[in-house]
């Protein structure tokens, strides 16, 4: 491995980035600025790299581009670096810097200005941004750093319309499966249609979903909401169709599943779902809570807490069981007056209630989400007493 390799490789460690190594192999090597090579300080600034250590490699790699401001490989990396280390203004500058110069060649152009594209994003200068990655596609119709940082920026906007086709492009160039993404994309395009009331618009872009990805659960979920007052048989066969494609996920249909089924007066039928879901998965304490609710709603209270015990034995860790059979005991009348006022503090302030965890950064929040808001990725939550480990 050349060390401008291993300088790649190590900053992709750490940047998480493909940039880098897309930068390495654009250049043309050994013409110009290749003195830096000789310098201790580069040495040492790549021992801190592949050490993980980002604040003294970017000490030691400053260094070098004071000493050989030719050396256009290492003011690259160290704008990357600054940038992931929050020193987003000290990257704008130097790939401003860089920009100046008149010798790049265009794919280092591009690259530079999708790299600018990407620091104006993180600092929050959304227009610039646009701006950048714009140039960056004029120079370089083909950059995928620049097309993978608008399809993030039309994201971040909402601008589902312009992300997909921008994500349709990608999955051209690149020549991945990106069909999850994209009918995430569609499902978002529909929840946007059925917000503004367009029920044909949101119908077509829930089909163009599914019909790309059968697990994209929010698409099933609109698709139902569509027919739930004007036809809730058909609602509630969408949402069977839902639990059938990704059954780990039933949980999320089964409001509107049990709303649906009493529309159609077939309220018993919801049971029959939940003990269905338990003979799968005994472990599925969704279900068994689910199942436990409607029977204390039906004057059940006893069945009910039997249900619940059985959920607690098989997830104890899971606080919403608990919060469930404190009701359910509530509902049966054994409960003191000071074992109410346990019961109620405890409810208030119980703190992640129903932890959902992405497994690709590990963020959690207390719903299911279908984009992550830290990492960006699609379709990577889920319950954490699956652990991230467990995930798809
Ligand atoms: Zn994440």
Redesign the pocket.
């Known amino acids: 491995m050349t060390d401008t390799a291993l300088l790649a490789a190590a900053l992709a460690a750490i940047a998480g980035g493909l940039a880098a190594l897309a930068w390495t192999r654009s250049r043309r090597r050994g013409e110009r600025g290749d003195r830096f090579r000789t310098s201790p300080h580069y040495t040492q600034g790549l021992h801190y790299l592949t050490a993980g250590q980002l604040e003294p490699a970017i000490s030691e790699l400053t260094k070098v581009t004071r000493e050989e401001p030719g050396a256009v490989d290492v003011v690259q990396v160290l704008s990357h670096l600054l940038r992931e280390a929050g020193q987003v203004e000290k990257a704008i500058l130097l790939h401003q810097g860089l920009l100046a110069r008149g010798d790049l060649t265009r794919a280092e152009r591009a690259y530079v200005l999708a790299a600018l594209g990407t620091d104006f994003r993180k600092a929050g200068f959304l227009d610039r941004a646009t701006r950048a990655y714009a140039e960056a596609l004029e120079v370089d119709p083909r950059n995928l750093q620049a097309l993978v940082g608008q399809q993030k920026l039309h994201e971040e906007q909402g601008q589902w319309q312009e992300a997909y086709e921008v994500q349709t492009r990608l999955a051209r160039l690149r020549k991945t499966d990106d069909s999850l993404v994209l009918a995430h994309l569609q499902a978002e395009l529909g929840r946007e249609a059925l917000r503004a009331g367009r029920r044909e618009t949101a119908e077509a872009a829930f089909k163009a979903a599914l019909a790309l990805h059968r697990r994209v659960f929010p698409a099933h979920l609109g698709l139902a909401d569509l027919f739930a007052e004007s036809d809730p048989r058909r609602a509630a066969a969408i949402l069977e169709d839902a639990i059938a494609a990704a059954p780990e996920r039933a949980y999320l249909a089964f409001e509107p599943l049990a709303r649906a089924y009493t529309a159609c007066r077939e309220p018993s039928r919801f049971a029959a779902v939940c003990e269905r879901l338990i003979r799968q998965d005994p472990r599925d304490w969704r279900a068994r809570v689910a199942l436990a609710r409607q029977l204390r709603a039906e004057g059940k209270p006893e069945e009910s807490l039997g249900l619940l015990l059985r959920a607690v034995e098989a997830n104890p860790q899971v606080l919403l069981v608990h919060l469930e059979a404190w009701r359910t005991l509530r509902a049966l009348g054994v409960v003191g007056e000071a074992e109410a006022r346990y019961v109620a503090v405890a409810e208030e302030s119980a703190f992640y209630v129903d932890p959902h965890i992405?497994?690709?950064?590990?963020?959690r929040a207390d719903d299911m989400l279908w984009r992550?808001p830290?990492?960006?990725?699609w379709d990577?939550f889920v319950e954490e007493r699956l652990g991230p480990a467990a995930g798809r």
């Open positions: 992405c497994t690709a950064c590990r963020y992550c830290h990492c960006h990725e990577t």
